[in-house]
């Protein structure tokens, strides 16, 4: 069991719920960031007493607001060992060209400027006790192209790259950082929050589709932080069996 205290950003829906459980069962001291509290406090209630969970509400938009909340954790919390980096949201599923500004904005400032912040606020205490394991939520989106996954694919190609650069300013540390990047999970509420709740939209783009559950993330976690000090998963690329990369796409002319 550990005694090691872990921050899941995202905490309180799909992948940073379930890390929190797993995370939990491991003994973690947990505290739990996202924007609706009431979902944050029953979720510490369910795993924990009031001195291993601690409920923390931010709201990532707000880039500014960020750092006073995280400074606002309790002294006996604020030596974060793992961090995990999970909340992310793909808004809107349209081409770049019939896209809404603001999502695109919220994107940016939620997937990359908040983790980056939140990165660089636990950063330095990390390695002045020269340990410590940051787990950043990428994405096959960042890899792999798809139509109206413009802005979303962008802004997670910007997690894996800060992860692959914070790796190489971190030589000589035992500071670990590990990219997740997964392929479509169906059991979280990422779909409905891009679509706004579309229910033929939602069904549309992962119905009939045998996806990752959240669960296969965390358990992927789980074992990306047991392994020995010695040992950095630099990125773990997982997908539904039901899924593929499938390739290009040709427009052709009437000939
Ligand atoms: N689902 C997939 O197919 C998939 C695939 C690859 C990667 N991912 C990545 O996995 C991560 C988790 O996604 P998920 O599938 O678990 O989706 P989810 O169920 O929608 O969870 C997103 C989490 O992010 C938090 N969040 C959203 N906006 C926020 C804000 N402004 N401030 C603070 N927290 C905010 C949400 O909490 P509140 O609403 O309470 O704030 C929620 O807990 C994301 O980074 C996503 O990009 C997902």
Known sequence: MSSKIAL???ASSGIGKAT????????????LVGRRLAKLRQLCEALGTQE???????????IDRIAAALQSIPAELQQVDVLINNAGNALGFDTAQQSDWQDWERMINLNCTALARVTHYFLPGMVARNSGHIVNLGSVAAVYPYKSGNVYGASKAFVAMFSRNLKVDLLGTAVRVTNIEPGMVSDTEFTDVRVQGDAAKVEAIKGGVNALRAVDIANTIDWVLQQPAHVNINRVE???VAQAAAGLAYHRVNT
Not at 20 to 25: C, D, F, H, S, T
């Open 52 to 62: 291993t969970c601690l409920p923390l509400q931010c709201d990532f938009f707000e």
């Open 8 to 10: 899941v950003t995202g």
């Open 238 to 240: 997982l997908m539904p």
């Open 20 to 31: 929190a459980e797993v995370l939990a069962r491991r003994g973690y001291k947990l505290i």
